[in-house]
């Protein structure tokens, strides 16, 4: 059977491509989507891509992922990576490993931007690829869980 790979998305990622293109590039979410779903191919992936822009919608998507025994969770939580305690726990909660991503150099703007509430409690973390560092979290998480089997 398949391996299933959630893929979340938090607020506001929903308006990408509209606006700010110096900061998050012109691709869309369906783009990510797109590019999420030919990397997860290469890995005989499933793929559940989901966006919400409420908190607690996220935390229940990432409980959804440990309750249908996911192989990973990527996740670019937004402006809730920076704020939500909630979100941390619910990651800290579940066995499933995640992987955090982000856009931007989440580094090389505003102070705020600087602490993830997630990064601590992530397997991995990764900003400032593009919408390409999906992918590459993707890849990563395919590692990783290639590692846990040969060990
Ligand atoms: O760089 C990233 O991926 C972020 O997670 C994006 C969040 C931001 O709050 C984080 O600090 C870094 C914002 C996503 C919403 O982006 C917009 C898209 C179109 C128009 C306005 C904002």
Redo the contacts with the bound molecule.
């Keep these: 059977m398949a391996k299933t790979v959630y893929v979340l998305n938090g607020p ?2 929903n ?2 491509g ?3 293109p110096k900061t ?1 590039g012109r691709a869309t979410l369906r783009d990510i989507e797109k590019l999420c779903r030919e990397a997860g191919r290469r890995h005989k992936f499933e793929l559940e891509f989901r966006q919400s822009n409420h908190e607690g919608q996220i935390v229940d998507l990432i409980h959804e992922a440990a309750a249908s025994k996911a192989a990973g969770i990527i996740i ?4 809730y ?2 704020t939500s305690v909630a979100i941390r726990d619910a990651v800290t909660a579940v066995e499933v490993p995640v992987i955090e991503v ?3 150099n ?1 580094f090389a ?1 505003e102070s705020f ?1 600087h602490h993830s509430h997630i990064a601590a409690v992530a397997k991995a973390s990764l ?1 400032g690829f593009g919408i390409g560092g999906y992918a590459l979290a993707i890849d990563g998480l395919a590692a990783l869980i290639e590692a846990r089997r040969k060990s």
């Design positions: 506001n990622l308006l990408l509209t606006r700010e998050y670019n939580a937004g402006a990576t920076h982000h856009i931007s989440i703007r931007r900003c």
